[in-house]
């Protein structure tokens, strides 16, 4: 009896728990699926009052997105890009340093370390006023190789540190077996580090080239008529006399899909990236 | 000299920032050899090694391979083969592309290096695993593993650092016995890291005992055995360790408190205070002696080992069979004065032969 | 070979570190430079060197105040709620036995949007008067309608709203995962020993975690410091200046009023603040660790 009653005690506890959970689990999703909801109704369904849920869904919107007189396509096109240049870059600059980081003896290495972690907390609007100049004099402004340089402040930084923390995990013996079977350095870190590596490059890969694909300060005002990355041509879709609220919904899902798909398909490597951040991050360096 | 192999080291000195972990060690070590490196922890046996294999640079001193000082030279360019603790397998590439790996860095052409891997597996009897990876095998097919990538280029000399020490005792036992056959077969020098004395005892030609970053002996398993050099070595070797009375020297006799034993001959060494070292399977239980006080009592099995005690002092005696003892049962200990071992009690010297 | 040891290391970081100080440190500098500057695109004839002026102004500046407020506000509560909700989101999840990965699936949806296009939504189908649903909501709910980001308090409010609900996630997926890595021998121990849930939560788990509690509030202060874009597409700062922070203004004054003089010196004054409050925090990190 008294059994029962605490069984049943822990299950309205259990069944308080995931209502709650699902609560807050609820507010996460729902801008999307509104958004979803949204970009499927004409614009003139949208400013319907009360809003309805029932309606003709459309894919008008994704079309005129797309296809329209101010499709984001040829900015989709721009952000991929800016966003794989930028990654390739930075791991091939950032892969050598986070070995020799790790690794390899290096005077003054502690106060290297450290620089690079403090650049990685400059603020983006410290950056961006000078680099406006910057760029401005060298006839840089609104180019990809502007934008992409622009970018490497972020990006070069974060990959040295979290490829840092991965390298670190792979024991020693592994590269002084290595030398004793006469590979030379370089070799070590072609055939024994980067293979062991490669999960980590890969959560590497997946950070930088979300953070590029969604950066917008750097875009927006780096950028111009050539080089318009999609976070910025989204305000096509506002502005102050009218706000095409269907089409920017499309037009933003379009854009975040690749973000939504790597992020669903590679939560795990995400969490791990955060967290691996989060465990070792700074003071290791 | 035909035979490669000649390993020397001359005056090495190590320091890991304030801390004096090698000495000033010099060693020589014959072609052929199969010579091991006993020591309690962080005595400096697996430093020395390193800096044999070149992955630690010394402070000072010299390091000879067959005449050529490679004191400064890459572990790559030294052709030795080392065998580590942990094994350190190339997690990501399977056995045959681990053992292949060193012949394919020294540039061996591509279609000759499966055969010479799987000579090399063979010899360690792992050939029909060289398409699995190190993830996927047992403690001791990793370790064959490590061994075979060590002998598949013909190093002249293996440095092996514990290769034991992960395994269980049922195959620590035989795989000591098929390592020695191993390099017996191979005729190359083996430098031998380990803690157990044991392990040296029966595996080594030679052995060089280490204690606190100093080699204290350097000799065959017998010599050690029989003619530890100092107390700190009397006191290291055997399982248990000698046991060490204050005793005093006199004309022709030493003395253990009142306990008087003749010695054949005196040693030429001035009369006064030593240390008496006799092992536990020396001392036996008589009528006269040392009077002694049964303290515990271990069943080996085939032995029994009894802790007695002798005023304050605990004593070890390895009985060769097996009988009942009474609680806090007395005696008295004796032992014959061939079986004794004289140290001087100051400098810890060995008096005598 | 510890000769050639060094050279390597020094060749493998060498073309990282040459990136980050042509890339970082010298515009920072010239940041820098151009804070003891007149530099204005619009009155380009006035440019000289300026000494402090810049500084000067900013002290004497309301508008400055005002935003070093904000932003102060803006960081403590985002970070505060973040972690609040967040820890307490991954003790419950953590309670749950079975469906942990649709938690972790929904929170990483947040993470991976771009701020920006945040920022809009919440602008338009979700805060905006009359069309936007959570208007809608209040009005079903007889809650009356709230001008979101139209009026000065609820704007301010519905900014930290807005970052909080993108970042609450970070900090619960990364306390969810330092929770489930906890040994639950410890928990069972304690349980053994009578320790209540509160008790447990207090002297087991929270010291236990507290290291990545300390660095997603590191973490987490350091970008909300230098959040932008969905402030950006939000409000634009408005309405008026009522959620401006100092971020928001150094942008404005150098590319609205091409003031890059005044708005270097802005930035810089976010720059020290970073430096100050991360060297403050990571303090406290080691503080609590040694
Ligand atoms: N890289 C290092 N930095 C600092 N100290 C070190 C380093 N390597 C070794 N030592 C110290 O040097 C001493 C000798 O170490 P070594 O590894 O040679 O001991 P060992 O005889 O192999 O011991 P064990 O049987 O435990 O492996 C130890 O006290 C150790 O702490
Ligand atoms: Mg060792």
């Known amino acids: 009896m008294a059994r029962s009653a605490s069984k049943a005690a822990a299950a309205r506890r259990n069944g308080f728990l995931i209502a709650a959970a699902s609560l807050l689990l609820l507010i996460w999703v729902f801008p999307l699926i509104w958004a979803v909801i949204v970009s499927l109704k004409s614009e003139s369904e949208v400013l319907a009052y009360p809003p309805r849920v029932i309606f003709e869904p459309t894919f008008q919107n994704y079309s005129d997105a797309l296809f329209g007189g101010v499709s984001i396509l040829p900015s989709l096109v721009t952000s991929l890009i800016v966003s794989t240049s930028t990654t390739i870059l930075t791991i091939i600059i950032a892969v050598p340093a986070a070995y020799a980081f790790a690794r390899l003896r290096l005077r003054g290495k502690k106060w290297l370390g450290f620089y690079t972690l403090a650049t990685q907390m400059v603020p983006p609007v410290g950056l961006v006023i000078p680099y406006f100049l910057i760029l401005n004099k060298i006839g840089w402004l609104d180019t990809f190789q502007g934008m992409v340089t622009v970018y490497l402040t972020f990006s070069l930084p974060f990959a040295i540190w979290l490829l840092v923390s991965y390298m670190e995990d792979i024991p020693r013996e592994m590269e002084e077996a290595a030398f004793l079977d006469k590979a030379n350095r370089f070799q070590t870190l072609w055939h024994i580090i980067l293979p062991q590596v490669r999960g980590g490059i890969a959560v590497t890969v997946i950070f930088i080239f979300l953070n590029a694909w969604n950066e917008f300060l750097f875009a927006v005002q780096l950028g111009g008529n050539t080089v318009r990355p999609v976070t910025v041509a989204m305000f096509n879709f506002v502005s102050v006399e009218q706000t095409l609220w269907a089409k920017l919904s499309a037009a933003a899902l379009v854009a975040m899909l690749p973000m939504i798909i790597i992020g669903i398909a590679a939560q795990k490597q995400i969490v791990k990236g955060l967290t691996v951040g989060a465990v070792k991050g700074g003071g290791r360096l | 000299m035909t035979a490669k192999g000649h390993v020397s080291l001359h005056g090495i000195h190590k320091t890991f920032g304030t801390f004096e972990a090698l000495k000033g060690i010099d060693l020589d070590i014959q072609p052929v050899e199969f010579f091991a490196l006993l020591g309690p922890s962080g005595s400096g046996k697996t430093t020395t090694l390193r800096i044999l294999a070149g992955l630690e640079a010394p402070d000072d001193g010299r390091i000879m391979i067959d005449g050529n000082d490679v004191t400064g030279t890459q572990p790559g360019e030294r052709d030795v083969a080392m065998v580590f603790q942990n094994y350190a397998l190339y997690p990501h590439m399977t056995l045959a592309a681990n053992i292949g790996f060193p012949l394919k860095m020294d540039g061996v052409a591509k279609n000759k290096i499966p055969d010479l891997v799987r000579q090399a597996a063979a010899r360690v009897k792992i050939d029909h695993l060289l398409h699995r990876r190190p993830g996927q095998l047992s403690g001791g097919q990793q370790q064959r593993c490590a061994l075979a990538r060590a002998i598949v280029r013909q190093p002249r000399l293996f440095l092996l650092d514990e290769p034991l020490s992960n395994l269980d005792a049922q195959l620590r036992l035989e795989t000591r016995v098929e390592l020695k056959k191993l390099q017996r077969s191979l005729d190359v020098t083996t430098v031998y890291v380990t803690h157990d004395q044991e392990e040296a005892m029966t595996i080594a030609d030679r052995m060089a005992v280490f204690l606190d970053g100093d080699i204290v002996q350097v000799g065959t398993p017998d010599e050690v055995f029989n003619r530890p050099l100092s107390v700190h070595v009397a006191a290291f070797i055997g399982s248990p360790p000698m046991n060490l009375f204050a005793g005093q020297l006199e004309q022709g006799a030493v003395k253990v408190g009142d306990y008087e034993i003749k010695l054949p001959k005196s040693p030429d060494h001035a009369a006064g205070d030593v240390t008496v070292g006799v092992r536990p399977s020396h001392i036996r239980l008589s009528d006269h002696g040392l009077p002694a006080r049964l303290y515990l009592s271990e069943n080996l099995g085939e032995s029994m080992l009894l802790n007695f005690l002798v005023d304050d002092q605990l004593v070890k005696v390895r009985l060769p069979e097996v009988r009942r003892f009474a609680e806090n049962e007395t005696t008295a200990l004796s032992f014959e004065p061939e079986h004794i071992h004289l140290f001087d009690q100051k400098t810890g010297l060995r008096i005598g032969s | ?290």
């Open chain 3, 1 to 290: 070979m510890f000769a050639t040891e060094r050279n390597f290391a020094l060749l493998m970081v060498a073309p990282g570190l040459l990136v980050l100080l042509l890339t970082t440190t010298f515009p920072l500098v010239f940041l820098l430079w151009n804070s003891f500057h007149t530099v204005n695109l619009a009155m380009p004839f006035l440019d000289g060197f300026a000494g402090l002026d810049n500084y000067a102004r900013m002290m004497a500046d309301s508008r400055f105040w005002h935003a070093l407020q904000l932003t102060a506000i803006y960081t403590f509560s985002s970070v505060a709620l973040q972690l609040f909700i967040g820890l307490g989101l991954a003790l419950l999840v953590m309670q749950i036995s079975a469906g942990q990965w649709l938690f972790r699936i929904v929170a990483i949806l947040p993470i991976v949007l771009a701020p920006v296009v945040v920022g809009l939504f919440w602008r338009t189908i979700m805060l905006a008067p009359e069309f936007g649903i959570i208007d809608f909501i209040f009005r079903i709910l007889g809650l009356g309608q709230v001008n979101w980001l139209g009026s000065p308090t609820p704007a301010l409010i519905s900014v930290i709203i807005i970052h909080t609900w993108q970042w609450t996630p970070f900090a619960f997926l990364v306390l969810l995962a330092s929770l489930a890595a906890l040994p639950p021998e410890v928990f069972e121990a304690a349980k053994i020993d009578k320790a209540g849930a509160f008790q447990r939560f207090r002297y087991i788990t929270l010291p236990l975690i507290r290291p990545a509690v300390v660095i997603v509030v590191i973490m987490r202060s350091m970008i909300a410091l230098s959040a932008f874009a969905a402030i950006f597409a939000a409000t634009g700062g408005g309405p008026g200046t009522a959620t401006e922070i100092l971020n928001l203004y150094a942008y404005k004054t150098s590319f609205v009023e091409l003031n890059f003089g005044y708005g270097s010196a802005l930035a810089v004054s976010l720059l020290v603040i970073t430096i100050c409050v991360s060297g403050l925090l990571f303090r406290l990190r080691t503080a609590h660790r040694g």
